[in-house]
């Protein structure tokens, strides 16, 4: 799908978190500056959470139990090992009842679980500034 402003990239965040399932996992790919935060942005409010979401750059995890499902949205971005996800729970929240939202999936790929949902989302600045090209597939 495609998307010509952030709104729309939060737009279709907001539409996938309305169809989610307990215990889904969702994995954003995507370089710096594509929209991966406004996409988890729209997620939330998919989900019915109010607070406004920001990415878990330096905590590498966050939680919101306030939506009708529970969102764990990890931001894997300074992990230097995946060992480390151990230590914040990952295993926990990824067999949780609740969903699962990982921003640069790419660094913890070994560990990620046999499905998950996979989002890509690229730029194309021949197309204009604010264009978002959003691929979205079962894995």
Not at 54 to 66: A, C, D, M
Not at 70 to 82: E, N, T
């Amino acid at each position: 799908m495609e998307s010509f402003s952030s709104k729309e990239t939060f737009d279709i965040g907001k539409k996938l978190a309305q169809e989610a399932v307990a215990g889904e996992v969702y994995c954003l790919y995507g370089d710096l500056g594509t929209g991966k935060t406004v996409f988890s942005q729209g997620f939330g409010a998919g989900l019915g959470i109010e607070e406004p979401l920001s990415s878990p750059t330096f905590t590498i995890l966050k939680e919101y139990h306030e939506g009708r499902l529970s969102l764990y949205h990890f931001d894997v971005y300074r992990i230097g090992d995946p060992d480390e996800m151990d230590e914040i729970g990952y295993y926990d929240k990824i067999d949780s009842d609740g969903v699962c939202l990982i921003e640069w999936a790419e660094l913890i790929e070994d560990i990620l679980p046999s499905h998950y949902k996979k989002v890509v989302i690229e730029k194309d600045v021949s197309k204009g500034f604010d264009y978002r090209k959003i691929t979205i597939e079962e894995v």
